[in-house]
């Protein structure tokens, strides 16, 4: 009951301070995500380009690969958090609006 309590306090209290940090971490995600994904198309082209030269298991393909995997995780972690961004706005906007 006590987390129902909290919920609502903190429902009522969504204000326009708060949906002002809102656009600046939003449009800060998007930038993020626009730099993670051309670098990782980038380094995916040239993991194709290395992989034509370098024999299987090399260390420069092993280096890249795990380069191209981490840049796969945190462009998915950038991409739920801003999917939850945009999912709370409007949810916000629709209780400030009442």
Known sequence: MSNEDQSE??????????????VPD?????????????????????????????????PDLEELESEVDRLRRDLSDKNRL????QEEGPN????SGK
């Open 82 to 85: 801003l999917r939850s961004i």
């Open 9 to 22: 306090g903190k429902n009522g209290q969504i204000g326009p301070a708060e949906e002002e940090l809102r």
């Open 26 to 58: 939003l449009q800060k995600t998007l930038a993020e995500v626009g730099e993670l994904d051309s670098r990782l198309r980038e380094l995916e082209e040239k993991l194709d380009v290395r992989k034509s030269e370098l024999p299987e298991g090399h």
């Open 92 to 95: 916000r906007q629709h209780i």
